[in-house]
């Protein structure tokens, strides 16, 4: 099949050459506006208990989560004075008058104590902004800038946990326009370093180019049916750059091996297509398989990744192999260059490693498993105010509310009762746990189980004579056990059935959500590359052997995650604050983009590999010409494809730095001690073993063909292929 697309893609290469000049243009012009049909996401699990208590607060009782807090400071440094009084009541007046406020509580109207600074000088006004994360954080955007303000009585300032998030989503899009501003000059500059020729670095960032632009338009599409977040668009960006270039480097240095030999230009084309473009494509399907995985998970913040990988491999690999080949049929005079020279560093390393295979093997296995006991170390906690950088205004109003307040009402724990109860005595079981600050009940507010006056919240009966409590948590809860926090309150006997959610109940689903899917999603990556493997090599050994490898370098990725981001070593250099343990979504998701970029140049690499051993039968040389031939592509693809990755840690939100940092580091060791050294040395130790497969799976193995395979020949017979 790929025998005849490189002929069909050479015979009518001005026509897809047009074809794809005029496509590249209507996906650009469609892809541009993909951001504004994307959307933005909030730490729920579909179907869990604290959505359902959610669902029950909005039908039932009219209310829900407050979203929304306006920090006011007294201009005399007393919320209690008459004028700051008056101020504060017209503001919370102002308030609900807004588009999309359904709900407005002021310290004012209720004289809670958890609505008042410790020291009298700061005050809260909460709101709930009904409507979906996108509708709520895009009228945020205008109503932000109209609420903070400073008057003779009041200085304000907007906070909550849906501007925390619309400011990191803000973020993120700054960083990805930084990130595209960065990553096109500095990949075409490295492009024309490694090629030598500037139009071999032109045809494959435009490979890259291709799958970026596809991507978003794709993506936009996608988002007319179903919700896409917004950060899918950061991955599609360096994801799409870096594949791009990976395929584009490997047909090219292919197609100028070929013309070496001796092959006419559009015969070396052909064959070019034909045998890089095997490895392209099941490089691509490997990766693609990887993110897919991450649709297991029901959140859509996930599975917008998996709609942007499967994008950009589709397109990735199409442009690699029919785009450049038509690319090469008109213009591969124009990239021709001698190939890679009889030896070279890694081809040496390589040869080193096998000669003493105990010794190397050994010494690099022991830096890995250094650079990883980190990761004995990692602790799983939920996003906050941190997540942005340093002087952002919705973490300075958050971290004066941590530190001005004793209670944190923002991040209440709402509990729905399914049947008419008394909830005094329930409340105030509720009251004494460790981390309640109070609990406010249908009769009362509860502190320490003492009834202490009126409730600090309305609405908290229907007229059926259902209830809900809402439990006002201290600030160290919120800083500390999250989790354990609330399923201390959902053991706490209760008089009817409950649900308990707010903003901590649908961060701890959330949590339990991905780490409960988290061992199929890996089951999934683990046992769909290994038989693609199976598949190109014919071997059931070194799919196991790739595996293992693979997961030695992710190893490293969450060492350097929890060194760096979890316990804050070089956090002043990065620019960022450590909490002390990582938000969990982001390192499922560093696994699966991470184990696909990995397995690529595992495929890379054993493709050569199994098609020198086809040729000669001799493990050891086949491993060496296949180091020689392949390393130093795979090395400068990986350089390119790591500073993509980088260019986001200079950006301001944290995961994006944990993604960038992370997989930049991975992919940077497993394109050099991993595949130089630890491949190599594993390969020459296991010997013709590295070939077995049983009688009845040898047939499975997807074989070259047509002139891909007119050179080939199965050398060894019995159970080796």
């Not at 993909?34 to 029950?56: C, F, H, I, N």
């Not at 250094?370 to 990761?375: E, M, Q, R, T």
């Not at 507010?445 to 009126?454: I, K, N, S, V």
């Amino acid at each position: 099949m790929l025998t005849r697309l490189g002929r069909l893609a050479v015979r009518y290469s001005r026509a897809v050459l047009i074809g794809v000049l005029l496509l590249f243009i209507g996906l650009g012009a469609y892809g541009a506006g993909a951001q504004d049909d994307l959307d933005l996401s909030r730490w729920s699990a579909p179907g869990t208990e604290s959505v359902r208590a959610a669902d029950l607060l909005r039908d039932d009782f009219g209310t829900g989560n407050p979203n929304l807090a306006l920090l006011v400071t007294a201009r005399d440094g007393d919320v209690d004075s008459s004028r700051t009084e008056q101020a504060g009541r017209e503001l919370a007046a102002e308030v609900g008058r807004l588009p999309l406020v359904t709900d407005v509580t002021s310290y004012w109207d209720t004289d809670s104590p958890a609505l008042r600074g410790t020291e009298g000088r700061h005050a809260l006004i909460l709101a709930r902004l009904e409507g979906t994360a996108t509708e709520t954080r895009e009228e945020l955007a205008t109503l932000a800038p109209q609420l903070t303000r400073s008057t003779a009585d009041l200085d304000v300032r907007v906070g909550g946990q849906e501007e925390i998030s619309r400011q990191v989503g803000q973020q993120a899009r700054a960083d990805f326009l930084r990130a595209e501003a960065f990553a096109l000059p500095a990949v075409l500059l490295l492009l024309i370093l490694v090629y030598r020729r500037t139009v071999a670095a032109l045809l494959t960032v435009g490979v890259g180019l291709l799958s970026v632009v596809a991507t978003l338009a794709g993506l936009r599409a996608i988002a007319q049916v179903t919700e896409v977040s917004t950060f899918a668009a950061n991955l599609a960006l360096v994801l799409g750059l870096g594949l791009g270039v990976d395929y584009g480097l490997f047909v090219i240095n292919r197609y100028r091996e070929e013309r070496a030999a001796g092959h006419a230009q559009e015969q070396a084309v052909v064959r070019a297509t034909a045998r890089a473009g095997r490895t392209v494509v099941f490089s691509g399907v490997t990766v693609a398989v990887s993110l897919c995985a991450l649709l297991v998970f029901p959140f859509f913040f996930l599975s917008s990744f998996a709609y942007a990988g499967a994008l950009v491999v589709l397109t990735a690999v199409g442009g690699a192999v029919l785009v450049l080949p038509a690319a090469l049929a008109r213009w591969g005079h124009r990239v021709e260059r001698p190939t890679a020279p009889a030896s070279g560093f890694w081809h040496r390393t390589a040869l080193a490693a096998m000669r003493r295979p105990l010794l190397a093997g050994a010494g690099v296995l022991g830096v890995l498993l250094v650079a990883a006991s980190p990761l004995l170390g990692l602790r799983f906690g939920l996003p906050d105010e941190r997540a942005l950088p340093a002087g952002a205004s919705a973490r300075t109003t958050s971290e004066t509310i941590h530190r001005e307040f004793a209670a944190e009402p923002t991040d209440t724990v709402q509990i729905v009762l399914g049947e008419p109860a008394d909830t005094g005595a329930y409340a105030g079981r509720l009251s004494r746990l460790p981390g309640v600050f109070q609990v406010d009940a249908p009769d009362g507010t509860y502190r320490d189980g003492r009834h202490t006056g009126t409730p600090g919240q309305d609405r908290l009966t229907t007229p059926d004579g259902r209830a809900r409590l809402a439990v006002v948590p201290t600030q160290q809860a919120l800083y500390g056990d999250v989790p354990g926090f609330v399923e201390r309150i959902r053991d706490t006997p209760a008089p009817a059935t409950a649900l308990v959610g707010g903003y901590p109940g649908e961060t701890t689903d959330f949590r339990a959500t991905l780490l409960d899917r988290l061992p199929l999603a890996v089951g999934i990556v683990l046992g769909a590359t290994y038989v693609i493997l199976f598949l190109m090599t014919g071997s059931v050994l070194l799919p196991l052997k790739a595996t293992v490898l693979n997961l030695l370098s992710l190893s490293v990725m969450f060492g350097c995650l929890v060194w760096v981001f979890q316990d804050g070593h070089l956090s002043g250099l990065l620019g960022f604050t450590p909490t002390g343990s990582i938000e969990p979504s982001i390192p499922v998701l560093m696994f699966c983009v991470a184990y696909g970029l990995s397995m690529d140049y595992e495929v890379f690499l054993l493709a050569r590999i199994k098609e020198e051993h086809d040729l000669t039968g001799d493990t050891e040389r086949a491993v060496a010409e296949g180091v020689r031939r392949s390393a130093p592509l795979i090395t400068a693809a990986a350089g390119i494809l790591a500073l993509s990755f980088l260019s986001y840690a200079t950006g301001g939100v944290v995961f994006l730095k944990e993604l960038g940092i992370g997989t930049a580091l991975t992919i940077l060791v497993d394109a050099t001690l991993i595949r130089v050294v630890l491949l190599p040395v594993t390969m020459r130790l296991a010997g013709r073993a590295n070939w077995w497969a049983p009688r009845a799976l040898r047939r499975l193995r997807v074989k070259e063909s047509g002139a891909a395979g007119d050179e080939r020949a199965d050398v060894l017979r019995g159970e080796y292929v």
